[in-house]
């Protein structure tokens, strides 16, 4: 893999005015060996890209006022001699938002939002060139009705070029059972989920009477916060149910190849466990995380006679997995290591394959930075090691991950007077 990446941006503020405005390029090279069954050494594939952020934002009394633009170019290119493909692809996005944050008192907050998008894309694969627009309007109120107790709420209205009108919703309540220290948390949300044009039009493969997935969640937990002296501590329990209708997946056909379909209904629940620790001691600190992932998803309903896949996990998708990481800083040093486990997974929606399940892997990495400044600028080098251990593993069947390797990497900062 080779990669390049610059980024330039742009901070002001006065007052309450605030200005900010970055642009990104990132270029890169990766080699597509292919499975372990059908090797492609010459393979590989090629993205670029260009954003340009800009934000601003200002007050009109209590209320604030912020604006944002969102450029994007992308291009996307495979090649695969052997097979003589090559597949060209440019895509680009322009998106507009406009965000009002009143306050009509100390107990009831109103965020209303309108947002334009613009994406469109060219490619070799496609016939034609596919385009879509736009237009959201979101409300989000939140309302102390109680000291203890908060409500909140969200309605987003969506327009799409090519599916009509949408919806989505949520509620929720927080409540401060012993003050800054113990809250419970709940919410119920509908989301809508458009297909993606690689969905709609991608060759041979792509499937342009999808529907759009919609889903309906549910989810509470606690939350524990303490601080003594110079420990803060966070520890958060969260569950969680949800249903998916028309839910979009890819799924392998009778000639092996997969293809985007909608499922009749899926069913997702699970909880996940939360803890944070920092301590701080002079200019020495150090963060530590662990997160535990419990995630049952199953199609609850046929797709056809017969179906198999009834009432068993999804594909690819493990019943556990954790994620930790500690960073240790003292003055401009920082270093930080993380270690992930991801339990066993099966590549076949009824689990008939002889080499399911795939067994569980564990993952590690290290990354060391020093920052330090030189008149106006700042300068933070940074050397990243992943896969620390080497650990010979594959996220989907047949595609083995790549062993330990490195990064180095630079970040320039200038402060203007």
Known sequence: MKAKTGILSVNWNQGRKEFSTMLWA??????????????TPQAYQEDAYLRWMSRYSTHIQDQKITTKLYLNRQQLDFINPAANINSLSTSSALIGDVELRSSFSRSFQLISALQFGQNWVEASDYSGSPQRSQITAQLNPVWRVLDPVHLYGGLRLDYYSDFGDAYSTNVGMNVELLRDHLFLKGQFSRNFVAPTFNDLYWPDLGNPDLD?????????????????ESI??????????????????????????????????????????REECRVELGQLHLDLQGMLFHSLAEITMPRFEGDRAVGKQLRYTPK??????????????????????????????????????????????????????????????????????????????????????????????????
């Open 320 to 417: 556990w997995q954790f994620k930790s990481s500690a960073i240790f800083g003292w003055k401009g040093l920082n270093s930080m290591v993380t270690y992930n486990f991801t339990d066993e997974r099966f590549s076949t929606a009824d689990h008939s394959s002889p080499f399911d399940p795939l067994p569980s892997y564990q993952t590690s990495s290290w990354s060391g930075s020093y920052q330090f400044r030189l008149n106006q600028f700042r300068f933070t080098p940074q050397f990243t090691v992943r896969n620390l251990f080497d650990e010979s593993y594959s996220v989907i069947r047949d595609y083995p991950m790549p062993g330990r390797s490195w990064q180095a990497r630079i970040t320039i900062q200038y402060k203007f007077n």
């Open 212 to 228: 759009p997935e919609t889903n309906l969640k549910f989810e509470a937990g606690i939350l524990f916060e303490e601080r003594i």
């Open 232 to 273: 803060q501590n966070q520890f958060e329990v969260t569950y969680y149910d949800g249903w998916v209708k028309d839910g979009i997946r890819w799924l392998p056909g009778n000639d092996g190849r997969s293809r985007p379909v909608n499922l009749e209904e899926l069913r997702l629940q699970g909880f996940e466990i």
């Open 26 to 39: 990132h270029d890169m090279e990766n080699e597509v060996p292919g499975s372990i069954n059908g090797l």
